[in-house]
């Protein structure tokens, strides 16, 4: 045990130093530190009106309840047929075969789990708490107590109740802990149906069905069945200690304590379906951060082949497009979020030139998600960079396909805008204008996130970091395009201004493209 | 569907004091899994692992005191330092006085100048001798390495072989699991060839031979391909 505490310890000491000796990470975190204390400090200074908050404890409680009792439903489930307990591969590696006790390992994982739990719920909590006591006038302690015990009690208890059923299932064959899950999926099901039907019962007795939904969830049959998260809804909502919230708090208490001992005490070896679990985790998490193509092999065998094409840097293009095709994740999310966004602007109506709005940001979306270039090449520039090309040559071939992408899908969807949309006298203008400036815009955007690629690689960076800075340098770029419109547009000067927006936007894209075929040539992925 | 697939099936082997063994297999042979199951990692579903006589199902903690494992893919902690590192590997297997044990196996592995720099910073090399360190700093009686040389520099290569064979004269039992059949052939007093789960041939490289039908002076190299091409 002694053993274990200098290593906890020490990492904790070891990542705080490296993160405060690192400006790379420092400066993003202090950035990200800054865009959330921002409102709060702006919350906390101004003295805002008196506004009645939108929802009382009563409408809450219940959506506490039903968030915690999901949590817990889908973590028992998921606990009959995969091994919940995750290690870190050097724990595998030099923890498993230490002569260490099995329930030392086990207890070290489960309080550091418990522990980082406990620090991310206070700062979540803390933090929307915070927001609104401000913004409706109540008191932030010690209700912060109360949200922040009851949320933490009840994931332990989920936890702890995930840990037992996967330890136990552990002994049991593959087939009999699918059974299992079956049996509590069929469960859970008619749980949800009594729910669904008691909610129609009182919607069809003229009660609304928000207020059904209420209804229901704080009925006493419901509230027995699922009790401790009951309980924990009861406790998070509180305002003070009283004699019934300190015994639901201390209900809870023993809760996590005895399905803790429960999980120290099931007698089973672990160590190897806990190791497969964390390896496959632990590869798929590399998988995302290396950020990896999961490809469908029936899928690919069912689609058309496309011809090779394309002469030396060219041929990346075909390289791409082949891969964007195959590439499902990226492709069917980006075909689903077109049509529903479409289907949100065409339902509310109103002008054309407002429908351009979905336009604009289906190529910000479609950027984002289609991948096939810098971002997807990332794990293999060193291949790349030997193709006998030159650097501006072979950054127009990588970022050829997510702007041909998402440039076809806006096309599309503008042809069926414009003929959806009545005619205005603006339409043929502002078509003619968005036929050009869509693929502009996409060039923008794209250039702009694989500069972010090759200035954070998603290898020796965190991920959240470059993707803000990217948002951030968008809004830089794009900045000056909104200014111009609004200028001409409050001249009086509508077409004028669009032209001056294509024009800017043109040499943006082309600096940028420079900008980009200038980090390639120097980029090194060992030294960033 | 579902299938239950067995990795090891009906092996049984002897490693005696002062040997070094080798395990070798094709891809898949079930060499990794047989190392895991030695140094309890992995439970066998039916058999027992003895360590020095002590039963490793059923006294746990007294059999992996005498064990040391060096997996294939080293994953040492990235967050502590390299002499950090090895002092908690010391705390874990209670070694008393372990600087000087530490100072000189960082030495011997060209560590010495690496050892307040963490380990993320080490290079793929450096991460293995760190590991190879780990496993020799509280003296094990029992030495496990599966594929104990790749992505070690020679010299680095030559200190491991050399420290092997000094254990092994110390009386020391070293296991080497390794598609480097020179590295077998070169370090090992006995092998064992599994392919499939099984074993195909345990023996010195001389019965090994005679088991394949091979001429006296082949490679292991040559009677490997030989055997588990036409299994006996």
Not at chain 1, 279 to 305: D, G, N, P, T
Not at chain 2, 11 to 28: A, Q
Not at chain 2, 106 to 116: I, M, P, S, T, V
Request: aromatic residues 12%.
């Amino acid at each position: 045990m002694k053993a274990l505490l200098y290593l906890d310890v020490h990492i904790f000491k070891n990542t705080v130093i490296a993160t405060l000796k690192n400006p790379k990470q420092i400066i993003p975190a202090i950035f990200m530190g800054s865009l959330f204390l921002f409102p709060l400090i702006t919350i906390y200074s101004i003295d805002a009106p008196l506004m009645a908050a939108p929802y009382t404890t009563e409408t809450v409680k219940p959506i506490i309840f039903s968030f915690l009792t999901f949590i817990t439903w889908i973590t028992v489930i998921h606990s009959t047929t995969k091994n919940t307990l995750v290690f870190s591969l050097p724990e595998i590696d030099f923890l498993f075969p230490s002569p260490l006790k099995r329930k030392v390992i086990l207890f070290n994982r489960v309080a550091t789990n418990y522990l980082k739990l406990a620090v991310q719920y206070a700062a979540m909590a803390g933090f929307f708490l915070f927001v609104f006591s401000s913004l409706y006038h109540f008191v932030f302690w010690p209700r912060i107590l109360f949200l922040w015990l009851a949320i933490l009690m009840s994931m332990i208890f989920a936890s702890n109740l995930g840990g037992i059923v996967s330890l136990v299932s552990s002994h049991f064959s593959e087939l009999k802990r699918s059974r299992n899950r079956n049996i509590l999926i069929l469960v859970l099901a008619s749980f949800l149906g009594i729910i669904s039907g008691y909610i129609f019962w009182q919607v069809f007795q003229g009660i609304p069905v928000v207020q059904a939904v209420i209804n229901v969830l704080n009925s006493s049959v419901v509230r027995i069945l699922m009790y401790p998260m009951a309980a924990a809804s009861d406790v998070a909502v509180a305002w003070r200690l009283t004699v019934g919230v300190g015994l639901k708090l201390l209900f809870l208490i023993v809760l996590c304590v005895v399905t803790t001992i429960g999980v120290l005490s099931v007698e089973t070896h672990f160590y190897e379906a806990s190791e497969a679990i964390s390896r496959e985790l632990w590869e798929s998490v590399h998988k995302m951060r290396r950020q990896e193509v999961v490809v469908s092999e029936s899928f690919v065998k069912k689609m058309r082949k496309i011809r090779p094409f394309g002469d030396r840097a060219t041929a990346l293009i075909w390289k791409n497009l082949v891969g964007m095709i195959r590439d499902i994740r990226s492709l069917l999310p980006t075909v689903f979020m077109a049509i529903f966004l479409f289907a949100m602007t065409f339902f509310r109506g109103g002008e054309f030139f407002n429908a351009l709005f979905f336009l604009f940001f289906l190529v910000f979306i479609s950027s984002g998600y289609v991948r096939w270039d810098f971002r997807e090449d990332l794990r293999r520039i060193e291949i790349i960079k030997l193709i006998p090309d030159s650097n501006f040559r072979i950054v127009l071939s990588e970022i050829a396909v997510p702007i041909l992408f998402s440039t076809v899908v806006s096309y599309i969807f503008l042809g069926v805008t414009f003929f959806a949309f009545p005619h205005s006298e603006s339409k043929l203008v502002l078509t003619g204008f968005s036929v050009v400036a869509l693929p502009l815009f996409s060039v923008v955007m794209v250039t702009i996130s694989n500069l972010s690629t090759l200035y954070y690689p998603p290898q020796t960076n965190s991920q959240v970091i470059p993707g803000v800075l990217s948002l951030i340098f968008t809004m830089m770029v794009l900045t000056p395009s909104l200014f111009l419109l609004m200028l001409f547009i409050v001249l009086d000067k509508m077409y004028l201004g669009l032209l001056s927006v294509l024009l800017l936007n043109a040499a943006i894209a082309f600096a940028l493209i420079k900008l980009l075929a200038r980090k390639y040539r120097f980029f090194d992925l060992t030294s960033s | 569907m579902y299938k239950t697939v067995t990795a090891v099936d009906d092996l049984s082997f002897t490693v005696h004091d002062g040997e070094i063994f080798g395990l070798v297999g094709p891809n898949g042979a079930g060499k990794t899994t047989t190392l895991k199951c030695i140094c309890g990692v992995a439970l066998p579903t039916q058999g027992l692992v003895l360590v020095d006589g002590i039963n490793l199902q059923k006294e746990e903690q007294k059999a992996k005191e005498l064990l040391a494992f060096v997996p294939e893919t080293p994953n040492p902690y990235e967050i502590l330092t390299v002499s950090e590192h090895l002092k908690f590997i010391s705390m874990l297997y209670s070694v008393d006085n372990p600087e000087p044990k530490i100072e000189h196996l960082l030495n011997a592995f060209e560590l010495d100048g690496k050892k307040d720099n963490l380990v993320n910073s080490l290079s793929k090399g450096m991460k293995q001798k760190l590991t190879i360190c780990c496993a020799l700093v509280h003296d094990p009686h029992v030495l496990l390495l599966d594929e104990p040389l790749i992505g070690i520099d020679p010299r680095g290569a030559r200190t491991l072989k050399d420290i092997l064979i000094e254990r092994a004269a110390q009386g020391d039992s070293v296991i080497i699991s390794s598609h480097m059949l020179y590295l077998v052939e070169e370090l090992c007093h006995r092998i064992l060839i599994i392919d499939d789960g099984k074993k195909i041939a345990e023996g010195t490289l001389q019965e090994i031979r005679k088991k394949a039908l091979a001429s006296s002076d082949a490679s292991l190299e040559e009677v490997f391909l030989k055997i588990t091409e036409e299994p006996l």
